[in-house]
């Protein structure tokens, strides 16, 4: 199986490599929208995209979205945040039929962040990681990632 991972740089790209032991046995795909250190895992290829910040590059990151896709063709896209996801979803679900699966950010405690409310819908599977978030996404499924 192939699996795109899409995240933004620091505690998000930090968050979703703690499914890591998920990802054993797959050819696994990063996408990151910024430069920095990446974690010790053997992805199979890097890309880096425009750093959006809900600005026109966004609008870059839609282009970029579609380019890596096609080229990927990617069996499921797994993701934590941040902004980058939503692009790359939406091309996805309109143009590939992929899988997405998204883990709302343990930061979200109390109420979901922008990125959860943009994905819930776009999101084949939705996880969340605290209780309280029931309420906001309740075909979401309760999901502790356990940090160590």
Known sequence: MRVLVVSSVGGHLTEVMQLAPLFAGHEVVLVVNDRAE????PFARVYR???????WRVLLNFAEAARILRREDPDV?????AGPVVPFAVVA???LGTR???LESAAAIVKPTL???LMYPLAHDFFYQWPALERFFP??????????
């Open 115 to 117: 990125t959860g409310r």
């Open 77 to 81: 896209i797994v993701s934590a945040g």
């Open 139 to 148: 075909r979401g499924r309760l999901a502790p990632v356990v940090f160590g």
């Open 93 to 95: 679900r309109v143009l």
């Open 49 to 55: 995209i425009a750093h959006a910040e809900r600005d």
């Open 38 to 41: 990446l974690p010790a895992f």
């Open 100 to 102: 997405i699966v998204f």
